[in-house]
């Protein structure tokens, strides 16, 4: 993005330091100036079987996909009262409802007369009930069944006995989250706090759907994670793109990361930060600092200086992966300069994540399934992606235990 157009809309929607939480501060600041910055030095390994093995993704499937809660959709996909949206990408049809007073709600995206899918595409939109397509049940955004086509017809039939099958959900920081198990208990204890309260200081819960767009990956999800947990392949990977020979936004240095229960978020500064710039309090800290967190298990929401990219990596088996893209700015574009340039935005942070990033993920996936290595090595520069597997490693051991 040139410099000058993305300044003149920074400053309109930038966001000062001082509107940050104390957390994101106190991590702003113990960025190092680039040249100080040193990598730890270390050799971590993974066996390239929690890529390929079957049996380690159904073990992930079982103990988090369907027992953890995981992000289901942004809270802007559903913005206002009164609206219904399906999501299909993990493999259990969902539907996703915000009622007249706000609140969300988790459904299998199923009627409960006989099964017909409810909402037939990924579309949102404004309901004031849902109507199935085959036989015109009809339904409340709450779930309840209030309309059967002539019910007189149904012998001693209880309407309150047939609502739509709720799993447990969430609302919190601008996310909803969703246990995908009917009949999981509805403990949302690994949603850290301090994460909602990160993101309510990003502005996240009131940010705009700007643009949406899903992918499919012939990867295994993880492969999918690691480029979003490590800043080493930035300068190479993306060397035309946003690297040196690009627009050249991000230095070659590892972020600070810190760890919020199994949540990882990563602050670094961008290629012009400086300490100094803290001093000034009229700057768009967007400008010069990104943040990345990586929500366990599998969503990431990385900040740029006027939108925020929010992707949902959902596993469909262990070499496929769905990824739900979204972009979500301050507000809508409301004059043509700021459309142009969302749009550009939108276009090339698709080309950047798309060819790059997520290219990388099958590349590496289709060498590690030729038997090219037995384990994959990660260095200081790649140090949250072993943390990040200590974490699903606990929750895969803590469940096989309990
Ligand atoms: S399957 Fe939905 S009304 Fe019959
Ligand atoms: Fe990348």
Known sequence: MPDSQENTVSRRYGIPLSALSTSQIDGIRRIPRHQDARPPSLLERRSVEIFLSDEYWKLEKARIFRAKPVVVAPSALLPEPGMVVAQDGYGIPLLITRDKAGKIHLFLNACTHKGAALVDDCAARKWSTISCPYHAWAFGLDGRLIGVPRAESYANFDKTTRPLTRLPSQESGGLIWGILDPHAEADFSIVDDQIAVDFQHLGLPNWHLYGQRRFNLDAN???????????????????????????DMFADVVGVADRFGLHTRQTSGRGNYKPEVLDDPQINIRNFVTHAYNLFPNTVVITSPYYTSVMIIMPVDAAHTRVDYYMLT????????????????????QDVFGNEDF????????????????????????????????????????????
């Open 221 to 247: 999800w993880k492969l999918v994670m690691e480029p979003f947990l490590e800043g080493y392949h930035v300068q190479r990977l993306h060397v035309n793109s946003i690297g040196p020979q690009g627009m």
């Open 330 to 349: 301050e507000t809508a574009p409301d004059n043509p300069k700021a459309e142009e340039l969302y749009a550009r935005s939108f276009t090339i942070i």
């Open 359 to 402: 290219k990388a993920s099958e590349l590496c996936h289709r060498g590690l399934a030729s038997g090219a290595v037995p384990d994959v090595i990660y260095c200081g520069m790649e140090a949250a992606i072993p943390q990040f597997y200590e974490g699903i490693e606990g929750v895969l051991r803590a469940e096989s235990q309990s």
